[in-house]
């Protein structure tokens, strides 16, 4: 993948400013360290850093179509580009690249803005019409590839990351308390919100057109959402024998692996514990002649390490893996690091296990890798799926329902939130969901962390009046695809792809590709009865693992699920270095002023004192964890002055690429 970045001048007249595009382009060299290419027309400019895997000797960006009236830069993969290719040369189009990219100018000559269901991959771009002045900024169905912007005055700013937005001068970081408030509400940044105020992200499946004034004026920016997740409606999903089932998502997996083997560079991939990575590499082994490399993590401590796990996998597989070694201090080590490259508070720790994986494989000399995310969102993977359908025993239907009371019961003894606000975020959300009573402990943290003054900035706000979820859809379907869908919105985006999946990896200049979060995947997965995805409400991942077990060992393809899960508040606490207890000193936590002083140093020197947070409580530790989290953003993205750490400074380009003077032909 690669990095994009640029200005568009609403009023369609003011050339770009060059410095400005160097500054943002700059600051995504991480994202693409071995290019760099520009484009500057009236009302645009365009930056992109390149990371080369597909076309490796002509595919600097932007990229034209024939008469150069059409322009494109992009960061991600279509992974079916040689058929797309094929289809577009038959129609008479002429590529002059080998650059998967290329295929955007030409679906834009040819679909104009219906282009969107012709794309397979993951991406995020941005194309201008020279001639229609028209803009398209574009992300993949699922977010995989990041795209953030924002308007200041009559200028959108767009980047890959939110540090080329800041870079360009125009943006000024500043705290959006909403978006802190997801992070301790939901453990993940989902929706448009981001920790920035007047910063947003482009959804998963939508595209922003701005359609630039010919005369007097300034263009409107429209979002439009070209895809959402779909189920069948309770009672019509896909049903069958054992076999067959298993055989067509076997094929359709073993597709979405061969495509994502597609490279001109050496793909590799992450193997844990679990089964699903596992499938993946045995899958890719199976698809490409030979094993894959695979780099698993060791980490010293109990319930942390998978290293055997995989080994025993790896070797059903075949593979010999690279073991990356990881310290007691992996988490203090890379948490830094960790918030530079996530723009976000950072509450999951173990996210600093991926960032070690990452940089292992580009010290291999490796650019791809394949990953296992996403089977737990379709497969009911978690255990909050397990306990939703173990309850719903009590439910007939949708017609008598208790569970949605008893649902709220716990969650008022567990949470203390009221009832009228239970009822309000039910009704938001559809009624209550398998993640509904986790959210709820998770939010018990905000309500004694965040102080007066920060509570009185969010007003009545809840994180739940940001989602955006087709309730009308989601009354039809079953409670568990209900709450599938929830996890597709809200935990994946919000989470596994934004803390521990894109820019974690690019922060090494590494691309991750998901096999289980491939368009075809995805469909035959959703169209599936329930009892395949969870059967007994006990079994999770049934067919996937029925699937596995054809190829791997019984013992691999039905190992249990388990979450990894680094310590939380003890992380960061016990035997606290000296930049820490800079973070959550008296006068750090006022300065910033998002939390009650009071109470976070009474907890701190409680974790501090026992050595363990554990009498604070699971949920209290993830809080708590939050606010040195928190913190540490703060000072690195905020203007410093909270602990001895550096501040974020962008990194200088080793030279600079020319800039394209676009001008459409006459």
Same mark, same amino acid.
């Given at each position: 993948?690669?990095?994009?970045?640029g200005?568009?001048?609403?009023?369609?007249k003011?050339?770009?400013?060059?410095?400005?595009?160097?500054?943002?382009a700059?600051?995504?060299?991480?994202?693409?360290?071995?290019?760099?290419?520009?484009?500057?027309?009236?009302?645009?400019?365009?930056?992109?850093?390149?990371?080369?895997?597909?076309?490796?000797?002509?595919?600097?960006?932007?990229?034209?179509?024939?008469?150069?009236?059409?322009?494109?830069?992009?960061?991600?993969?279509?992974?079916?580009?040689?058929?797309?290719r094929?289809? @577009?040369?038959?129609?008479?189009?002429?590529?002059?690249?080998?650059?998967?990219?290329?295929?955007?100018?030409h679906?834009?000559e040819?679909?104009?803005?219906?282009?969107?269901?012709?794309?397979?991959?993951?991406?995020?771009?941005?194309?201008?019409?020279?001639?229609?002045?028209?803009?398209?900024?574009?992300?993949?169905?699922?977010?995989?590839?990041?795209?953030?912007?924002?308007?200041?005055?009559?200028? %959108?700013?767009?980047?890959?990351?939110?540090?080329?937005l800041?870079?360009?001068?125009?943006?000024?970081?500043?705290?959006?308390?909403?978006?802190?408030?997801?992070?301790?509400?939901?453990?993940?940044?989902?929706s448009?919100?981001?920790?920035?105020?007047?910063?947003?992200?482009?959804?998963?499946?939508? *595209?922003?057109r701005?359609?630039?004034?010919?005369?007097?004026?300034?263009?409107?920016? $429209?979002?439009?959402?070209? &895809?959402?997740?779909?189920?069948?409606? &309770?009672? =019509?999903? @896909?049903?069958?024998?054992?076999?067959?089932?298993?055989?067509?998502?076997?094929a359709?997996f073993?597709?979405?692996?061969? %495509?994502?083997?597609?490279a001109?560079?050496?793909?590799?991939?992450?193997?844990?514990?679990?089964?699903?990575?596992?499938?993946?590499?045995?899958?890719?082994?199976?698809?490409?002649?030979?094993?894959?490399?695979?780099?698993?993590?060791? %980490?010293?401590?109990?319930?942390?390490?998978?290293?055997?796990?995989?080994?025993?996998?790896?070797?059903?597989?075949?593979?010999?893996?690279? $073991?990356?070694?990881?310290?007691? #201090?992996?988490?203090? #080590?890379?948490?830094?690091?960790?918030t530079?490259?996530?723009?976000?508070?950072?509450?999951?720790?173990?996210?600093?296990?991926?960032?070690?994986?990452?940089?292992?494989v580009?010290?291999?000399? *490796?650019?791809?890798?394949?990953?296992?995310?996403?089977?737990d969102?379709?497969?009911?993977g /978690?255990?909050?799926?397990?306990?939703?359908?173990?309850?719903?025993?009590?439910?007939?239907?949708?017609?008598?329902?208790?569970?949605?009371?008893?649902?709220?019961?716990?969650?008022?003894?567990?949470?203390?939130?009221?009832?009228?606000?239970?009822?309000?975020?039910?009704?938001?959300?559809?009624?209550?969901?398998?993640?509904?009573?986790?959210?709820?402990?998770?939010?018990?943290?905000?309500?004694? *962390?965040?102080?007066?003054?920060?509570?009185?900035?969010?007003?009545?706000?809840?994180? /739940?009046?940001?989602?955006?979820?087709?309730?009308?859809?989601?009354?039809?379907?079953?409670?568990?695809?209900?709450?599938?869908?929830?996890?597709?919105?809200?935990?994946?985006?919000?989470? @596994?792809?934004?803390?521990?999946? =894109?820019?974690?990896?690019?922060?090494?200049?590494?691309?991750?590709?998901?096999?289980?979060?491939?368009?075809?995947?995805?469909?035959?997965?959703?169209?599936?009865?329930?009892?395949?995805?969870?059967?007994?409400?006990?079994?999770?991942? /049934? @067919?996937?693992?029925?699937?596995?077990?054809?190829?791997?060992?019984?013992?691999?393809?039905?190992?249990?699920?388990?979450?990894?899960?680094?310590?939380?508040?003890?992380?960061?606490?016990?035997?606290?270095?000296?930049?820490?207890?800079?973070?959550?000193?008296?006068?750090?936590?006022?300065?910033t002023?998002?939390?009650?002083?009071?109470?976070?140093?009474?907890?701190?020197?409680?974790?501090?004192?026992?050595?363990?947070?554990?009498?604070?409580?699971?949920?209290?530790s993830?809080?708590?964890?939050?606010v040195?989290?928190?913190?540490? &953003?703060?000072?690195? /993205?905020?203007?410093?002055?909270?602990?001895?750490?550096?501040?974020?400074?962008?990194?200088?380009?080793?030279?600079?690429?020319?800039?394209?003077?676009?001008?459409?032909?006459?």
């Amino acid at each position: 993948m690669c990095g994009i970045a640029g200005s568009i001048d609403l009023g369609g007249k003011r050339l770009p400013d060059r410095t400005m595009l160097q500054r943002m382009a700059d600051a995504l060299i991480h994202r693409g360290p071995e290019d760099s290419g520009f484009l500057s027309a009236p009302g645009v400019g365009f930056a992109h850093r390149r990371l080369s895997i597909v076309g490796l000797q002509d595919g600097r960006q932007p990229i034209y179509n024939e008469d150069r009236t059409v322009a494109v830069i992009c960061n991600g993969e279509f992974f079916d580009h040689p058929e797309r290719r094929a289809h @577009l040369e038959a129609k008479g189009h002429i590529f002059s690249t080998h650059s998967d990219s290329e295929i955007l100018v030409h679906l834009y000559e040819e679909y104009g803005e219906g282009l969107f269901p012709h794309l397979k991959g993951q991406f995020a771009f941005a194309l201008v019409d020279l001639v229609r002045g028209v803009v398209l900024l574009g992300r993949d169905r699922v977010g995989i590839c990041p795209l953030f912007w924002s308007r200041q005055g009559d200028t %959108i700013y767009f980047a890959s990351e939110i540090k080329a937005l800041i870079a360009s001068g125009a943006v000024r970081p500043e705290a959006d308390p909403r978006g802190l408030d997801h992070l301790f509400t939901f453990f993940a940044l989902s929706s448009r919100r981001t920790a920035f105020k007047g910063v947003q992200a482009l959804e998963p499946g939508h *595209y922003l057109r701005i359609e630039l004034p010919r005369g007097r004026g300034v263009a409107t920016p $429209v979002e439009r959402k070209y &895809w959402d997740f779909d189920f069948p409606d &309770w009672g =019509d999903e @896909l049903d069958g024998d054992e076999r067959q089932l298993t055989d067509a998502f076997q094929a359709v997996f073993e597709n979405a692996v061969d %495509i994502r083997l597609r490279a001109d560079v050496p793909v590799v991939g992450y193997l844990s514990g679990g089964v699903d990575s596992a499938f993946v590499m045995a899958t890719a082994g199976r698809v490409a002649g030979r094993a894959l490399p695979s780099f698993t993590l060791r %980490i010293p401590g109990k319930n942390l390490d998978e290293a055997d796990e995989a080994m025993e996998a790896a070797q059903a597989i075949g593979a010999h893996p690279t $073991v990356v070694q990881a310290g007691s #201090d992996l988490i203090m #080590d890379s948490y830094e690091a960790l918030t530079r490259a996530a723009e976000c508070p950072v509450l999951d720790t173990s996210c600093a296990a991926l960032l070690a994986l990452s940089r292992e494989v580009r010290a291999q000399g *490796y650019k791809v890798v394949l990953t296992g995310e996403g089977a737990d969102e379709g497969f009911a993977g /978690y255990i909050w799926f397990k306990m939703r359908e173990m309850a719903r025993i009590l439910d007939y239907g949708d017609a008598f329902t208790p569970t949605s009371v008893l649902s709220r019961v716990i969650r008022r003894v567990g949470s203390k939130q009221s009832t009228e606000e239970l009822k309000r975020i039910d009704a938001l959300l559809g009624g209550p969901h398998a993640q509904s009573v986790m959210y709820s402990l998770v939010s018990t943290a905000r309500d004694r *962390y965040f102080s007066p003054s920060f509570k009185e900035d969010l007003g009545g706000h809840v994180a /739940y009046e940001d989602l955006d979820l087709d309730l009308e859809r989601m009354a039809r379907w079953h409670p568990l695809n209900r709450s599938l869908y929830l996890g597709y919105k809200v935990h994946l985006a919000g989470l @596994l792809l934004t803390q521990k999946g =894109d820019r974690i990896a690019m922060a090494n200049s590494v691309e991750t590709r998901y096999p289980f979060l491939d368009e075809d995947v995805i469909s035959f997965v959703s169209q599936l009865s329930p009892r395949w995805k969870l059967r007994r409400r006990t079994r999770d991942k /049934y @067919l996937l693992r029925q699937a596995a077990g054809q190829i791997l060992p019984q013992n691999i393809a039905q190992r249990p699920k388990h979450m990894f899960q680094a310590p939380l508040a003890d992380s960061f606490l016990v035997g606290a270095p000296a930049f820490v207890c800079e973070l959550v000193s008296e006068e750090s936590l006022k300065r910033t002023g998002y939390f009650d002083v009071d109470q976070v140093r009474r907890d701190c020197a409680l974790v501090s004192a026992e050595g363990s947070s554990r009498n604070l409580g699971r949920f209290y530790s993830l809080g708590l964890g939050g606010v040195v989290a928190t913190q540490l &953003w703060h000072h690195v /993205y905020l203007g410093g002055g909270l602990c001895s750490l550096p501040v974020d400074a962008p990194p200088v380009a080793a030279e600079e690429a020319p800039f394209d003077e676009a001008v459409p032909a006459a």
